[in-house]
């Protein structure tokens, strides 16, 4: 928890299973993948000067899943934009594994970071296999046949078959979409994952389905995740650590239930809503069957 950190109400413990199983923490020594350090980021000139962040701090350690949350306007998006390097802060500094994160985009940079947009983003004129394949493609190192059989490992192993290969965008349900853009996100084997909600128009179980595998793939692959949601379901289920946007800088971090609790009016609101205190309450338990009363004839 940050210092700011003041506890509030308690809360009920989530519910157990699968929906709620996030992964364990990593070790306290855990290096640190990406390192932020008095990032100030202002837009404008003058009198039209405004900041979107000042003096914000912020580690992810290797192993986390860490997922970033804020109100409209808090600088989720600018953050991310920062961590990729696509867009330099006015002041302070942002490292990913162990160099500035304004390198990323002059080399390399898909085999260190993967991103999952929010939509998928794939390309409407590709098919699954050469959207998947396409960081690959482009990097121009690789032979054709081994570059598709990389994307058909990355497609199976987001849980499509082989038959899905061909398929256009177009063709594809709203889950399928996301797990090409999570194979294309991997196909470099980075060790870095940034997750733009994740799970953002996905129905109750594609959504469940899709943490899981999210859950799987960290654990397997060793990932390290960065994820901006605003879906409490998916935060209780992936989350080892939650980092809070306010007030131009990180207000609170530490396990979902721990950030829960901290006395301020976002939180309150985010947290401890009626969907939050819903994505928290305990799973109802099952009644015993009845005995079988009835006797033969």
């Known amino acids: 928890m940050t210092d700011d950190a003041r506890l509030s109400h ?24 990406v390192e932020v350090k008095g990032l100030a980021t202002v837009f ?64 390399g940079a898909a085999s260190r970071v993967g991103m999952l947009f929010q939509q998928g983003a794939l390309f409407s004129a590709f098919n699954v296999r050469d959207n998947i ?33 061909t398929r256009m965008p177009a063709d594809l349900s709203g889950g399928m979409i996301k797990r090409v853009a999570l194979a294309r996100a991997l196909i470099m084997d980075p060790p870095l994952l940034i997750l733009d909600e994740p799970t953002a128009g996905l129905d109750p179980n594609s959504s469940d389905d899709f943490c899981e595998l999210l859950r799987e793939l960290h654990a397997s692959l060793g990932l390290t995740v960065i994820m901006v949601t605003h879906d409490l379901d998916t935060i209780f289920a992936l989350s080892t650590r939650v980092a809070v946007l306010a007030e ?26 009626e969907r939050g205190r819903r994505a928290m309450a305990p799973a109802p338990v099952a009644a015993p069957a009845s005995p079988d009363t009835s006797k033969d004839d």
């Open 10 to 33: 308690p809360i009920p413990d989530p519910a157990p299973g699968p929906a709620t199983a996030a992964p364990a923490p990593p070790p306290a020594d855990a290096p640190a993948v």
């Open 44 to 107: 404008g000139k003058g009198d039209e000067a405004f900041a979107v962040h000042k003096n914000l701090d912020l580690t992810v350690q290797r192993g986390e899943i860490l997922s970033v949350v804020g109100g409209s306007g808090t600088g989720k998006t600018v953050l991310m934009r920062h961590i990729l390097g696509l867009t330099q802060p006015t002041e302070g500094s942002v490292t990913v594994l162990g160099e500035p994160a304004a390198r990323l985009t002059a080399r």
């Open 133 to 165: 394949a396409f960081a690959l493609r482009e990097q121009g190192t690789l032979p054709q046949r081994l570059v598709c059989d990389a994307a058909m490992v990355k497609l199976q192993m987001v849980g499509l078959k082989p038959e899905h290969a």
């Open 248 to 273: 131009k800088r990180v207000i609170a971090s530490g396990t979902p239930q721990e950030v829960a609790q901290v006395d301020h009016p976002f939180i309150h609101q985010f947290f401890l809503g």
